[in-house]
């Protein structure tokens, strides 16, 4: 009989025997600055406030199905347009896998730019989906008549836009976001994973574009341990995706958690705004070393480029500080690092970190 290797070899399909699993580092003991989390905790007053809840929570019994509880505070907060719905995911890499598979009929392609998230390409990868990227500009804009005749020549039945970008962190024009939602035969979803930390969103404009579809995550506003991303669009479309949806895919503790929030969610948006304030100092603080080349963020986090990165990086854990190592991940990011923003005085320690891992 075949050993467990060679008989998965045999039976695997070969794209996946290709790919590498998503890597997350082990950040015990360092000052965890690689994962875009916000750094501030919920205040202790709604801790306890959690605290009993989550203690009398029905963990024994099934999660509401439809979480109608937390979809109606989601509503809530967002403001969303009439006949405007929400579908709810274990994250927003759930919701991206789930598309891919509603649309992926044979010879159907996914659209994305890159650099940008990672997983696009992986879920493409994982659905037997075909995936078509444009690449962006040396600064990281779009290439807006690239991207505009790809669509014409591919007819793309799914594009995703992150929006602000991941990794880079910028906000693509809106009116170029618009023509290319325009252009479009197929469905157009704007992740918004970074939402908070924005100046602008397309929740408004869902009303007015049938083959539009916004993704969030409550991860980058205090949530990451929660693991909850939302799609937010006509009924149309949701109704639709919502039976490839597993059953009590968001548990009792998630929605009760994450209801709870919501109920104080200008409080995690203090946290937020406090995020780009830090955000504007260490964007300056990076500016003003000549070896660093820094670029401008609309999230929570900030790209940048620096001679010898890895080893640069190196040098950052060698002195407790773990941030992205985006060096060799992408040609258009050779020598990119990428730094979440968190509090004030964790930046400070990796500014000075930095600064003699340069030197």
Not at 153 to 169: K, M, S, V
Not at 332 to 349: F, I, Q, S, W, Y
Request: with cysteine; charged share 20%; proline share 6%.
């Amino acid at each position: 009989m075949s050993s467990a290797s060679s008989l998965a070899s045999k039976l695997l399909r070969r794209e996946i025997l290709d790919l590498h699993a998503y890597h997350v580092p082990d950040s015990a003991g360092y000052i965890k600055l690689d994962a875009m989390e916000n750094p501030y905790s919920v205040p202790p007053a709604l801790r306890g406030e959690i605290a009993h809840m989550v203690a009398a929570a029905a963990i024994n019994r099934y999660p509401d199905p439809a979480a109608a509880s937390l979809k109606e505070k989601i509503r809530g907060v967002l403001g969303l347009p009439d006949g405007m719905e929400v579908l709810l995911g274990n994250g927003s890499d759930e919701l991206i896998q789930l598309l891919a598979m509603a649309l992926n009929k044979p010879g159907a392609t996914l659209l994305g730019v890159e650099p940008s998230f990672v997983m696009y390409r992986m879920i493409a990868t994982f659905t037997g989906m075909r995936y078509l990227s444009v690449p962006l500009t040396e600064d990281f804009s779009l290439d807006l008549p690239a991207t505009l005749a790809a669509i014409r020549r591919e007819q793309p039945a799914l594009i995703f836009l992150a929006y602000p970008n991941n990794p880079t962190g910028n906000l693509f024009p809106a009116d170029d976001v618009l023509q290319i939602i325009e252009a479009a035969q197929g469905l157009v979803v704007v992740d918004e994973a970074y939402y908070a930390f924005a100046a602008d969103s397309f929740i408004p404009r869902l009303a007015r574009y049938p083959n539009l579809l916004v993704m969030r995550t409550f991860s980058k506003l205090g949530m990451a341990g929660l693991r909850l991303g939302f799609l937010a669009g006509s009924a149309a479309w949701l109704e639709q995706l919502e039976k490839l949806r597993l059953p009590y895919n968001v548990g009792v503790l998630p929605q009760l958690v994450a209801g709870k929030l919501l109920e104080h969610h200008e409080v995690l948006l203090r946290q937020a705004e406090q995020i780009k304030r830090d955000r504007a100092t260490l964007y300056r603080q990076l500016s003003e070393i000549a070896a660093v080349r820094v670029y401008p963020s609309e999230a929570n986090f900030l790209l940048f480029r620096v001679a010898n990165a890895t080893e640069v990086f190196d040098g950052l854990k060698q002195r407790g500080v773990l941030i992205k190592n985006l060096n060799n991940g992408h040609p258009m990011l050779h020598d990119c690092l990428r730094v979440t923003v968190g509090t004030p005085e964790e930046n400070a320690k990796f500014v000075a970190a930095l600064k003699e891992s340069i030197s």
